[in-house]
């Protein structure tokens, strides 16, 4: 039985406003018109996504922008390889996502060091999405991507990043305002800033 406890998520943008323009998609009708100087923050579930909205979303970001997804679902649908994962002993609560409060498991990850995101954290709590059949939002650390946040064992990336065409996908969980976060946030930020794959 999941216990919900009272969690401060920072949610995608709260600290990168600053920064970045970063606009939260909740529905595809956000699709229509996709600014050429915004990060978009995709938070829409997989179902509600046609086969043609992924398409505009993959050439959008080929151009040369960047897309945050939340959902390893609809990640997969845009070149990473889905793996949800057991959350373990983690605990649940909500959050914001779209137009709907969804429970997503709080939970610890390593890092992988190996990216500027990533340099000088070992670890961060974040609150991946939880899906109904009790797995968490995450994808195969694989040759589709650069790993940022891994699960503890390793075996799966709660956090990566892939290139597509000039620009780039971040794959990630929601972050907890904690030292940690704020920094992993802060340099995802920065790294998303300088426009590099």
């Given at each position: 039985m999941r216990k919900l406890i009272p969690l401060?998520?920072?949610l995608a943008?709260?600290?990168w406003a600053v920064a970045l323009n970063v606009v939260d998609l909740v529905s595809p009708a956000d699709l229509t018109h996709l600014a050429k100087d915004a990060?978009?923050?995709l938070k829409v579930?997989?179902?509600a996504l046609s086969p043609a909205d992924v398409d505009k979303l993959s050439k959008?970001?080929?151009a040369g922008h960047c897309l945050i997804v939340y959902d390893c679902k609809v990640a997969a649908r845009l070149g990473f390889h889905a793996q949800p994962v057991a959350p373990g002993?983690?605990?649940s609560t909500t959050t914001q996502f779209g137009k709907d409060a969804r429970p997503v498991a709080v939970m610890d990850a390593m890092s992988?060091?190996?990216h500027p995101a990533v340099q000088w954290l070992t670890s961060v709590t974040v609150a991946a999405l939880l899906y109904p059949d009790n797995t968490v939002s995450a994808v195969a650390p694989d040759s589709s991507c650069t790993p940022l946040l891994t699960t503890v064992d390793q075996k799966a990336a709660l956090a990566?990043?892939?290139p597509l065409g000039k620009g780039k996908i971040v794959f990630k969980p929601f972050v907890i305002t904690n030292p940690a976060g704020v920094q992993f946030n802060q340099q995802l930020d920065d790294w998303m800033a300088t426009g590099k794959n």
């Amino acid at each position: 039985m999941r216990k919900l406890i009272p969690l401060m998520l920072l949610l995608a943008g709260a600290l990168w406003a600053v920064a970045l323009n970063v606009v939260d998609l909740v529905s595809p009708a956000d699709l229509t018109h996709l600014a050429k100087d915004a990060v978009y923050a995709l938070k829409v579930d997989d179902a509600a996504l046609s086969p043609a909205d992924v398409d505009k979303l993959s050439k959008w970001v080929q151009a040369g922008h960047c897309l945050i997804v939340y959902d390893c679902k609809v990640a997969a649908r845009l070149g990473f390889h889905a793996q949800p994962v057991a959350p373990g002993n983690a605990q649940s609560t909500t959050t914001q996502f779209g137009k709907d409060a969804r429970p997503v498991a709080v939970m610890d990850a390593m890092s992988t060091g190996r990216h500027p995101a990533v340099q000088w954290l070992t670890s961060v709590t974040v609150a991946a999405l939880l899906y109904p059949d009790n797995t968490v939002s995450a994808v195969a650390p694989d040759s589709s991507c650069t790993p940022l946040l891994t699960t503890v064992d390793q075996k799966a990336a709660l956090a990566a990043v892939r290139p597509l065409g000039k620009g780039k996908i971040v794959f990630k969980p929601f972050v907890i305002t904690n030292p940690a976060g704020v920094q992993f946030n802060q340099q995802l930020d920065d790294w998303m800033a300088t426009g590099k794959n």
